[in-house]
C-alpha cells in the first residue's frame, strides 16, 4: 500500500470559493461514477495511517466493505431516524472554479497519466514545473452529499456502536473513514500553469492522446487547458467524515 496520500490524489486541499469548503481529496486519475448500488457516496474507505510523523492520513480510493454501506444504513432505518428529506444532497455547481497550488500541497510529479484527466495515457510534460492547476466545471458539475446531521442520527441510533450497522460485515468503521460527498462532473477543464515555457507541437500530442474526449487550448507560453468532455459522469474527488468524530456534531 503506498504510503503517502499523493500517490493517489493531487491535493487534499483546494482554494475557497467553489462552494466545497477547504478539504476534498482530488484524485489523480478520476473514476468513472458508478450508478445504483455500486457508488461511492456513503462507503466505507479505509484510512492510512503512515508511520512518519510528517505525513498526512488519507483515505484509499476503493470500498473496504458492502458498497454505500452507510448510505443503505440510513435507508433502511429513514423512518425510524424520522428523516423525511431526501438522503442524497445536490448542490450544483455549473461555473465553479477552484485552484490546487504547490502552497497548498499539490503534487504531480508521480502521475503516471495526465493529472485531474480520467483518460489513460500520457503527454511529455515535465509535470515538476507545475506550480498551479486550476479546475473549471461545466454544466452538470455537482457534489452530492449526505447531510452530517443524518450521520449523527444514525451513530446515535445505535449508540455510538458502529458495529451494529451491519452485524453481518466484520469490518470495524470505527478504524475507517466515511465519504460524505463526491464531486462529480461530465464536462469540465483543468488550466495547468507552468514554470517554464510549454512545447510548441504540445496541441498535436493531445489530439492523439485525447480520442475526441479531451480538447487543448493555448493561454500563453506558460499556461494551457485541457477540457474533458465524457458521456456520463466522473469521480473527480471526494470527502470523508470519521465515525468517532460524529460524537462532536452530537
Sequence with gaps: MPQDYNEYYLSDTIAEGAGLGKR???LKAPHRAMI??????????????PFAPWQKNYPVP????????????????????KISHDLVQKKQLAGASFSLTKSTGLSVEASSNVPGMPVSGSLSIDYSNTVKMTYSLEDGGREEYLRTGDLV????????????????????IDDALIVDAVLLAKKYSVTFHQEKKIKANLEIEVENYGKGKVTFTR???????????????????????DWDDLDDYS
Design 24 to 26: 476534498m481529496w482530488l
Design 36 to 49: 445504483g448500488d455500486t457508488g461511492f457516496l456513503g462507503a466505507v474507505v479505509e484510512e492510512i495511517c
Design 62 to 81: 476503493y470500498h473496504l466493505t458492502t458498497p454505500q454501506l452507510i448510505l443503505h444504513s440510513l435507508e433502511s432505518r429513514k423512518d425510524d431516524l
Design 153 to 172: 442520527r444514525l451513530a446515535e441510533a445505535v449508540d455510538g456502536d458502529s458495529d451494529l450497522i451491519d452485524t453481518h460485515d466484520p469490518t470495524d
Design 219 to 241: 493561454l500563453s507560453d506558460y499556461s494551457f487547458k485541457l477540457t474533458f468532455s465524457g458521456d456520463q459522469d466522473y469521480m473527480i474527488g471526494f470527502k470523508t467524515i
